[in-house]
């Protein structure tokens, strides 16, 4: 047992490089960086229309931020003062789905806009729609400090597919 321990451990050894009067062979070329991402379409006044987060917006909806959720895709966040059983109504009539209930409380609501591929994607394109004032909360704060409303009672998170 002891000599097939000794045998493996030696058959380990590692040996210094390069060997004299061995020539070296040529380093590996670098490998490319990954081309930069295409520049998102915007509106004018720099946010993402409808055609970035491919689906609907709502009209008063403020654009909050985007987040990047990997796989090539995007979330992108909107607030609105709009409260959360009204918003569900709008996706339901204008993306012509009922959507799926994910959370009761706090109530969460989704809309798949694309078929997951779980080959491409890292989250199923969707709209989902979440209720900030659920148990007494005061709501999403808004990023843009002293801007009108200082808190939103509903978020709209979009998730496009990767482009």
């Known amino acids: ?8 451990a030696y058959a ?7 060997r004299p009067g061995t020539t070296q062979q040529k380093p590996a070329p670098p490998v490319p960086a990954p081309p930069a991402a295409a520049p ?3 509106r004018p006044d720099g946010e993402p229309n409808e055609a970035v987060v491919g689906a609907p917006i709502y009209p008063s909806a403020v654009y909050l931020t985007s987040y ?4 090539g895709q995007r979330f992108y966040l909107f607030g609105v003062t709009v409260p959360y059983a009204d918003l569900v109504t709008y996706y339901r009539t204008v993306l ?3 959507g799926d209930r994910l959370f009761e409380s706090p109530p ?3 809309f798949e806009t694309a078929r997951y591929r779980d080959e491409s994607m890292a989250f199923p394109p969707s709209v989902t729609i ?5 148990g007494g909360a005061a709501g999403y704060p808004n990023p843009k400090t002293g801007a009108s409303p200082a808190r939103f009672p509903t978020v709209i998170q979009i998730v496009p597919p990767p482009r």
């Open 130 to 134: 979440k209720d900030y004032t659920y």
């Open 1 to 8: 047992m002891s000599l097939l321990l000794t045998t493996a």
């Open 68 to 71: 990047d959720a990997g796989r």
């Open 40 to 42: 998102i379409p915007a």
């Open 96 to 98: 012509k789905t009922n």
């Open 108 to 110: 969460t609501h989704q």
């Open 12 to 18: 380990q050894t590692p040996q210094p490089f390069p």
